[in-house]
Structures are given as structure tokens and as C-alpha cells.
């Protein structure tokens, strides 16, 4: 497996938004890359919270990987774990054998950060992978077929609680997209819950709901949120739990405040996400949240031939103080980049520089609302919707699936089916 190709040997690990945006780069040049992911499939996650709330099926958000190289034949792709990189080697390891390389982009991505609770690492539901949005559609209509037959009241209101946490984008959509699961279909279908013991909440450890947006966005979101019966709290610190209580208390309160209690069996977790764990012991530079830091060639500082691209990456351009946000657009650029440089370098031309510049930020709160800022425009309610679903239609990967998505987003605007509603786990 270590053997050496005549061609460059390009190896990019993570075949995600930044590492098959860097793959289609180099594709049909004369260079062999080789892509490894544990999954067969590119995630398109800005449509994971449709999957977990039985709107679009799961092969509907994502792109086999092989189905991208289709004519490029220097692109070759390996099923297998990651599971750490010896870059003074120049080898990457996997459950498969180690891989040597030449040039090496770095495309891991992220995942959930439970900040050290192991409570919450064990009981609640993160949205990050598709399995994960299985597993939460699976337990969401679970708990309602538990609910509509459960005689004890604390026992049925807790299987009826919801909690986000987390009210950045995937919390404000994830809840937002539960609200009209459960007002709009499954009020007609179970006829034995009272609807009015069904509780969604929404916490969240910053000052506010979708702190990218203005001011007047956010109280509009909390305002439709509200509209959809989901109770939206912020600058909570939630602290455990345990699969039965959620314990959590505002960061003013005083050290030794008694804990706010939420009964509840569901806890979708989106606040936050870190580095995965195989990046562990690479020795490179990296931020404090153990992100490598990149300059604006995408290099890993220090390293001539190892490059890092999108979440699991760090850059601060010179005129900020935070790095690039994780988000796909920024993934998108800087997977470009590490290929472009990739081929400037084998053919001595001078290095590209990543100058990304914000197109704008948006998040969707259910059917005809969702808010939008790009600089001084601003856009909510119908508008902002119906850009949010083009754009993300237009950016997904998928002729095929992207008909049918088109076609269950019409009949869902319409008449509110939602007929992915397999219990598969
Ligand atoms: C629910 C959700 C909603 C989002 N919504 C938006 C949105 O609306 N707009 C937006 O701009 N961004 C959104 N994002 C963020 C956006 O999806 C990410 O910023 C983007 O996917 C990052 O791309 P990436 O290539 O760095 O990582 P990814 O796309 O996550 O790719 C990483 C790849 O690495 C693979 N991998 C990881 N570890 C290993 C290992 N050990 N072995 C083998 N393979 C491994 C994974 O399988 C994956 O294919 C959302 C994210 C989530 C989770």
C-alpha cells in the first residue's frame, strides 16, 4: 500500500464539501489522487435537520463519492478509517494500511462537541452525520408511538418535551422543522395525544439566537420561533444530562444557584463542534480549539506539502480577529486553493491566495420563513425562503435526488407530507 505512482501521489483525506471541491480540481490533471472517507458518500448537511424530520429521505442529501470521478480515472477513491498522520513519514494511517503521499490535504471535517460532559456525550442526539439524522427521526416518531399509549402523565409529558440545544443555525432549523412535524402532521394523525402537553425548547449559550445575523433578524427569528410554539431561552449554560432531566442555569446566575430542570427524553445537541479525533497527534500548529492553522495558500504551517482545508481548518485573515467560520462556502474556497496550489507548485507557477469574502449568511425557520443578510440587504419571511431553498438546491450535488427534493419541497409547501416517517432503528 506504501508503493509509490510514477504521477505525484495527491492524498485527501475526507471526501466532504472541501475535499471533493479539491478532488474535481485536480481531476483529469497528471497527478493520481486518491480520496479517503470512511463513508461511501458526500454529506450535504445543511439538509440533515429535513432528514431527521422525515421531510427528505436519506439518500436524497447525499453523492456517492465514486459517482464525481466517473471521467476522471487519476481519481481513485478507499473506504477506510482514518486513523492518524505521520507527516514527517509522509504516510497516513487506516484500518486499511498506511498510505504514503506526496502532497497532502487534510479535509476532516468536524464533530459534536460535547465540551467534556460525558453525560451529555451519552444521552443526547447530535445532528452532524447522516446516521445521525436517522437516529433522531427514528426517536422522535418512537417517542410520539410510546407517547400515545403511555397512561402516567409525568411519564408521557417527558417522551412530549423537545430540547435544542444550541440556537445557531441547526438548532433554530432543527427546531423550527420539528414545530411543523408535530403541529401540522402528527395533530391530524394521533388522535389520542393532547397536543397541548407537546413542549419544543430552544437553549442556547450565546446572548441570542443566530448571533451572525442583525439584531433586527434575530428577535424576527425568535419572534416566528415563538410563533411555532418553541421557547426560546439564551446565555444558558446547560450543564448534564442524564437521559431523564436536563440541568442547565443562565451564565449571570451565582456559582452555587440551584440548576433549572427540564424533564425530557429528547435532547438534540448542535452547540458546537471540534476537530476530529484522529488529527489528534499530528504535529502541527493549531488554534485553541485544536484546528490547524493554515495560512492563505492553505498550507499547514511550516509543512511544504501538507495543506488543510474547511472545518478542521484555521484561517484568520489579516484584517480579523477569528478565523473563517464553519461554514461550506469557506470549505468550498479553501478546498479549491489547496489543489490549485497543489498544481501551481508541481508546475512552478506562483502560489493562489485564499481571499475569501462573505456572500452572506441565512437560516431557515420552517415553511415560508427564513431570514437572510448579505452586507446591507436583508430579507426575511417568503423571499428569504424561497432563496434559501434555491441556493441550497443549487449548490447540492445530484440531478437525480435534486428533482425529487424540488418535488417533496412542492408537495410539502403545499399540503405538509412528510412521508419519510420510517422507524428504522
Ligand atoms: C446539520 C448541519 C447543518 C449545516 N448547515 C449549514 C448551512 O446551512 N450553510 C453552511 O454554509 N454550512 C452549514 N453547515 C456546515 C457545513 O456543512 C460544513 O462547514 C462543511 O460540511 C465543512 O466541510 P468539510 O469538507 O470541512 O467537512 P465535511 O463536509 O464534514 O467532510 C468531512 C469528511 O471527512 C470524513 N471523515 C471524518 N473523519 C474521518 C475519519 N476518521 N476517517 C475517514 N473519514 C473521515 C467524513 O466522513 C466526511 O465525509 C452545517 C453543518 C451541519 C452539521
Redesign the pocket.
Given at each position: 500500500m506504501t508503493e509509490k505512482a510514477a504521477k505525484p501521489r495527491i492524498v485527501i483525506?475526507?471526501?466532504?464539501?472541501?475535499?471533493?471541491r479539491a478532488a474535481r480540481k485536480l481531476a483529469n490533471e497528471a497527478v493520481d489522487v486518491l480520496i479517503?472517507?470512511?463513508?461511501n458518500y458526500?454529506?450535504?448537511?445543511?439538509l440533515?435537520?429535513q432528514v431527521a424530520t422525515s421531510m427528505l429521505s436519506a439518500d436524497e442529501v447525499i453523492y456517492p463519492i465514486r459517482s464525481f470521478f466517473r471521467s476522471a480515472s487519476n481519481v481513485n477513491f478507499l473506504l477506510?478509517?482514518?486513523?492518524g498522520i505521520d507527516a514527517a513519514a509522509q504516510t497516513v494511517r487506516?484500518d486499511q494500511g498506511d498510505i504514503g503521499y506526496d502532497h497532502l490535504i487534510i479535509?476532516?471535517?468536524?464533530?459534536p462537541n460535547f465540551f467534556g460532559s460525558k453525560s451529555i456525550e451519552e444521552n443526547s442526539l447530535p445532528?452532524?452525520?447522516l446516521v445521525d439524522?436517522i437516529e433522531i427521526r427514528s426517536h422522535v416518531l418512537k417517542v410520539f408511538e410510546e407517547a400515545s399509549r403511555e397512561t402516567d402523565a409525568a411519564k408521557r409529558k417527558a417522551l412530549l418535551t423537545f430540547v435544542f440545544v444550541g440556537a445557531g443555525?441547526?438548532g433554530v432549523?432543527?427546531s423550527g422543522g420539528l414545530s411543523e412535524l408535530i403541529y401540522d402532521v402528527f395533530q391530524k394523525e394521533y388522535h389520542t395525544i393532547d397536543f397541548s402537553e407537546v413542549e419544543i425548547h430552544l437553549i442556547g449559550a450565546d446572548p441570542g439566537v443566530l448571533m451572525m445575523m442583525p439584531e433586527k433578524l434575530r428577535d424576527e427569528t425568535v419572534r416566528v420561533l415563538e410563533k411555532k410554539k418553541v421557547a426560546v431561552q439564551c446565555s444558558m449554560m446547560v450543564t448534564d444530562y442524564d437521559g431523564e432531566t436536563l440541568r442547565y442555569k443562565p451564565f449571570s446566575a451565582p456559582k452555587d444557584a440551584p440548576l433549572q430542570e427540564i424533564k425530557t427524553r429528547t435532547v438534540v445537541w448542535?452547540a458546537g463542534?471540534r476537530p476530529?479525533?484522529?488529527l489528534d497527534g499530528l504535529d502541527v500548529q493549531k488554534d485553541r480549539g485544536r484546528r490547524i492553522i493554515v495560512d492563505d495558500t492553505m498550507h499547514a504551517i511550516g509543512f511544504e506539502n501538507v495543506y488543510a482545508?474547511?472545518?478542521?481548518?484555521s484561517f484568520t485573515p489579516p484584517e480579523d480577529e477569528r478565523p473563517l467560520p464553519?461554514?461550506?462556502?469557506?470549505?468550498l474556497a479553501e478546498?479549491d486553493v489547496a489543489a490549485a496550489n497543489i498544481l501551481h507548485k508541481l508546475k512552478g507557477e506562483p502560489l493562489e491566495h485564499l481571499d475569501y469574502k462573505s456572500k452572506g449568511v441565512?437560516?431557515i425557520i420552517g415553511n415560508s420563513e427564513a431570514v437572510m443578510s448579505a452586507g446591507p440587504l436583508v430579507g426575511r419571511g417568503f423571499l428569504a425562503w424561497s432563496a434559501w431553498l434555491w441556493i441550497?438546491l443549487l449548490t447540492k450535488a445530484g440531478f437525480h435526488a435534486n428533482v425529487s427534493v424540488t418535488f417533496k419541497w412542492f408537495f410539502n409547501y403545499l399540503f405538509g407530507t412528510r412521508l419519510g416517517r420510517m422507524i428504522t432503528r
Open positions: 483525506l475526507g471526501g466532504g464539501i472541501a475535499g471533493i479517503i472517507d470512511h463513508n458526500q454529506v450535504f448537511q445543511p440533515l435537520y477506510a478509517e482514518i486513523e487506516t479535509a476532516l471535517g468536524s464533530t445532528l452532524k452525520t439524522s443555525p441547526i432549523e432543527g448542535a463542534v476530529v479525533d484522529c482545508a474547511g472545518d478542521c481548518s464553519t461554514l461550506a462556502p469557506v470549505a478546498g441565512m437560516a441550497h
